[in-house]
């Protein structure tokens, strides 16, 4: 089966740092994308990691390990508009993505 | 903005009505999928389709179909509505080869009443 687990709900202070978890089973892996929502919005791509490691962008950075089928999202220097929710989604065959049910975070001043 | 967009933004409908959804992608994409998001549910993966052929099914109903054109802009179709359906439907596109990520069309929000 395919199974993707990350916390409901986070809440954060503006300037802080917070991570998000996210682990995960899944019949094939292509790769793990981490996505921002924002409420009634579209999802928007943050990040993308296929190898195990460390990727940073910016305020934002995921880490992988594939033996431990673990990831995180780490937010730097939160701000206001960081308020959204993020999807932890693993790419099985043909590319589908599988989405976890999210994360909202707040972000309080 | 992402490149892909979606028709209409919002559609309401009565139950029993069939609907048609529109997506086109971005430009160079081949791919297309298909989610649907429900207020209680997350992303769930409907459909793909790659330069017009279906690659990859999920949780679809049989209810609901879709197709890829050649000019690569894809429709899905929603019969026999039913409350249930009420959902924000989203398509999103990802080029040939490469890093795979998908980009996601502002989607259409359907109400069925």
């Known amino acids: 089966g395919q199974n993707i687990d990350q916390p409901t709900e986070m809440t954060a202070t503006e300037g802080a740092i917070v991570q998000i978890n996210c682990t995960y089973q899944t019949s094939g892996f292509n790769g793990l994308f981490w996505y921002q929502q924002h409420a009634g919005e579209a999802p928007t791509f943050l990040s993308y990691?296929?190898?195990?490691g460390l990727e940073e962008k910016g305020r934002f950075s995921s880490f992988l390990s594939r033996s431990k089928g673990y990831s995180y999202l780490l937010l730097k220097e939160l701000q206001m508009k960081d308020s959204a929710s993020y999807l932890c989604?693993?790419?099985?065959?043909?590319?589908?993505?599988?989405f976890g049910a999210g994360t909202r975070l707040a972000v309080h001043p | 903005d992402s490149g892909v967009t979606q028709t209409p933004k919002h559609l309401i409908t009565a139950t029993g009505q069939r609907v048609t959804l529109r997506c086109s992608p971005r430009?160079?994409?081949?791919?297309v999928y298909w989610y649907q998001q429900s207020l209680d549910q997350g992303l769930q993966f409907l459909i793909q389709?790659?330069?017009?052929?279906?690659?990859a099914k999920g949780n679809i109903l049989e209810r609901f179909s879709a197709q890829q054109f050649p000019d690569l802009h894809s429709e899905l179709n929603l019969s026999s509505l039913e409350l249930g359906d009420s959902a924000l439907y989203f398509c999103a596109s990802s080029a040939p080869g490469g890093r795979y990520e998908q980009y996601f069309g502002p989607g259409t929000r359907l109400t069925v009443t």
């Open positions: 430009s160079g994409d081949l791919s």
């Open positions: 389709y790659y330069n017009g052929e279906e690659r």
């Open positions: 989604a693993v790419s099985g065959g043909y590319n589908k993505l599988i």
């Open positions: 990691n296929v190898l195990d």
